[in-house]
């Protein structure tokens, strides 16, 4: 029965779903997992490098972390190339804005000015849903610190802490027992680096493979995004997979005491 309906973004089935919208955002569900996480003093975003063949070129920007603009970044999960026009549209509307009122753009226009553009995607004949996901994470003197998620709907909602992309469920089990309001940004760090070490396929990550960036308040005001070393990842690698291996031996102890 889906077969009939499953062709255009504008016919809805008799279900009331929107195949092509569902097959896009199934798409994200198989990119490199990306991963949000608030505190009190700001942002951790952290997300998985899929490096295609050692033959490539090591790329000179990051292809998963964008800037919006000083107040602003995103993580994406899906489709570059889909993500580079949003992203443009993003940084001219932050920019626009700003030339207009002389004043950052608020987070959650930003993301709405995206959404509103993905969702004309899905409603007139002759396009195709964009098949990207964002997480967008910034910084409003209103809000503070803000977390949000859109998909290829158009839809978005703000988070605490959220995943999206492959493996995103076990990365939110992990969340739900692990993650708490009041952790610092150190605390997110570590959190981070555990829920891609529990989703990636290697069995033996390495920094290469893993990006991770915060972005913070500095002591005059100002909004800081920093990339995390490789030597900090491989020390944050190296300390929970020292925890994990722990808790094994101990629930082994306990197993063999019964």
């Keep these: ?34 991963i949000g996480l608030q505190s009190s003093n700001g942002i951790v975003l952290a997300a998985e490098k899929r490096v295609i063949s050692k033959l490539l070129a090591p790329s000179k920007t990051s292809e998963k972390t964008y800037t919006i603009d000083d107040h602003a970044v995103t993580l994406v999960a899906g489709l570059t190339a889909d993500a580079n026009i949003l992203i443009q549209k993003a940084q001219l509307n932050s920019l626009r804005y700003y030339h207009d009122y002389q004043t950052p753009m608020p987070i959650e226009q930003i993301v709405k000015s995206v959404c509103n553009y993905k969702q004309s995607y899905t409603q007139f ?3 195709r849903p964009f098949g990207v996901a964002f997480l967008f ?20 909602s703000g988070w605490k802490a959220t995943v999206i992309g492959q493996n995103n469920q076990a990365g939110k089990s992990i ?14 760090l570590q959190l981070a680096v555990k829920i891609l070490l529990k989703t990636m396929d290697s069995t033996t990550p390495t920094p290469d493979r893993i990006e991770i ?18 030597d900090e990842v491989a020390k944050l690698i190296q300390q929970i997979q020292s925890e994990v291996e722990a808790e094994e031996k101990k629930s082994e102890a306990v197993t063999g005491d019964i």
């Excluded at 003197?141 to 803000?146: I, P, R, S, T, V």
């Excluded at 969340?175 to 997110?188: A, G, P, V, Y």
């Excluded at 960036?213 to 990339?227: A, Q, W, Y």
């Design 213 to 230: 960036s915060s972005l913070t308040k500095d002591e005059d005001g100002n909004i800081v995004h920093r990339f995390i070393t490789d």
């Design 1 to 34: 029965m889906s077969r009939r309906y499953d062709q255009s973004t504008t016919t809805f089935s008799p279900e009331g779903r929107l195949h092509q919208v569902e097959y896009a955002i199934e798409a994200i569900n198989n990119a490199g997992t990306c």
């Design 175 to 188: 969340l739900k027992t692990d993650f708490k309001i009041d952790n610092t940004l150190s605390n997110n």
């Design 137 to 156: 994470a910034g910084y409003d003197e209103l809000l503070g610190f803000q977390l949000y998620q859109s998909d290829p709907s158009g839809n978005y």
């Design 125 to 127: 004949g002759g396009l």
